[in-house]
């Protein structure tokens, strides 16, 4: 049944952004972007090498008060690299959440990995620290030292908790449970950029936390990823896997291990300078953005997902939950074929061919946001 709301919705949305055909997210470039990028063409250092890469590097590392930032060409390869530095071996397995993008779960594959999946909380949509402690203490045993799956009788290498769409879960207390049980957490952080979790940003929680600057993310550099530590040994070993793992030296190419071609060109990174001068500006007026979405869906009785309690949000991308897969579906539909676009939140990971066969502790409540989460327009607008 088509919902009066529907109307006022697409009405709102339109009026909103003073458009007739409205994206899910679009990049806004209206700082020193162009500045730069022309700077760095003229420079000839458009590649792995360059100024912008190293200053993008400290600002990041300022803004988010972690030690040190490694830059990749995407969030994916920094998710590959930091858990292969984290220890995550080919055969054992990854504890992460069914409600994610497949990037968190293709990374764990690329180390050789399977992914197995404990549930979500409701009210941060990330990983629920309960279904985590759950599931270590039924399902697993300590055998030499190792966290053992007792039902598949792989071990537990990394622990990967994602803050969906820019909302910190219970990032503290996952990695309270992750230190009893000796396990390294990566923080899935790629949608979290200027996301904070008690005053503390996002990602520098666990041993490592994964950015993403990708087109559709808060700040874009094009494509890019970056990696967070306070660990010096292991933003090392980062930089130097991601750059071929090539010795410096004038002249020689040498090469001390298999390595990565994963650094990300300092002409993304000019590009992403631009954009960081924004950040701030970008999420006051996301956050704005939410307050007013949130007034429009109290209104009419919706349920916005508004930020979890010690959040500070970015509000990447905003999100309301609908009664019904059914409900979700009409929702998208209607909206989708007048001019707003809207998608419904990811399937489920342990539904995709390539997923379905790893073991699934809890998902009921990823199943049940499954079924109702819709997220709606999100860009900034001016
Ligand atoms: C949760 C999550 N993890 C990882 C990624 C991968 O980032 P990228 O697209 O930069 O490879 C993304 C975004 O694209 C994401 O949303």
């Not at 300590?142 to 910190?168: C, L, Q, R, W």
């Not at 207390?173 to 396990?183: C, G, L, T």
């Not at 001390?256 to 007026?285: C, H, S, T, W």
């Not at 790893?358 to 999100?378: G, H, M, Q, W």
Request: contains cysteine.
């Amino acid at each position: 049944m088509m919902e009066d709301w529907y109307f006022e919705f697409i009405k709102f949305v339109k009026n909103l952004y003073k458009k007739d055909s409205v994206a899910l997210h679009e990049p806004l470039f209206i700082g020193n972007e162009k500045k730069y990028v022309l700077d760095c063409i003229d420079s000839t250092f458009v590649s792995s090498v360059g100024q912008y890469v190293n200053l993008i590097e400290k600002k990041l590392s300022e803004y988010t008060n972690s030690e040190y930032c490694i830059m990749t060409v995407n969030g994916t390869s920094a998710l590959h690299v930091a858990l292969s530095l984290a220890g995550v071996m080919p055969d054992t397995e990854v504890i992460t959440q069914p409600l994610t993008f497949v990037a968190t779960c293709n990374a764990i594959s690329y180390c050789g990995a399977k992914p197995v999946f404990v549930d979500v909380d409701e009210d941060t949509l990330g990983m629920s620290p309960k279904s985590l402690k759950k599931f270590l203490k039924e399902n697993c045993k300590i055998y030499d030292k190792k966290v053992v799956n007792k039902i598949t009788g792989k071990e537990i290498s990394a622990i990967v908790p994602m803050h969906t769409f820019g909302h910190t879960c219970r990032i503290d207390e996952i990695v309270q449970i992750a230190m009893e049980f000796n396990i390294p957490v990566v923080e899935d952080a790629a949608e979290a950029m200027g996301s904070f979790y008690k005053n503390k940003h996002a990602g520098i929680f666990g041993l490592m936390g994964v950015l993403s600057f990708n087109g559709n993310k808060i700040i874009t550099s094009g494509g890019g990823g970056a990696i967070i530590t306070d660990n010096q040994e292991l933003a090392q070993k980062a930089k130097h896997i991601s750059t071929t793992a090539k010795l410096p030296h004038k002249w020689e190419y040498y090469h001390d291990e298999i390595g990565y071609n994963y650094r990300m060109p300092n002409i993304n990174a000019a590009l992403l300078l631009g954009q960081l001068e924004n950040l701030e500006k970008f999420v006051k007026i996301k956050r704005e953005l939410a307050k007013t979405y949130k007034n429009f869906f109290d209104a009419i009785g919706i349920n916005f997902i508004t930020e979890p309690i010690n959040a500070k949000s970015n509000y990447w991308l905003n999100a309301i939950m609908l009664d019904s897969r059914k409900e979700r579906d009409e929702f998208l539909e209607f909206t989708n074929s007048n001019g707003v676009n809207t998608r419904p939140v990811w399937v489920l990971m342990n539904k995709l061919p390539m997923y379905k066969g790893c073991y699934t502790f809890e998902s009921k409540t990823a199943e049940y946001l499954e079924d109702r989460v819709v997220n709606i327009p999100s860009g900034v607008m001016l």
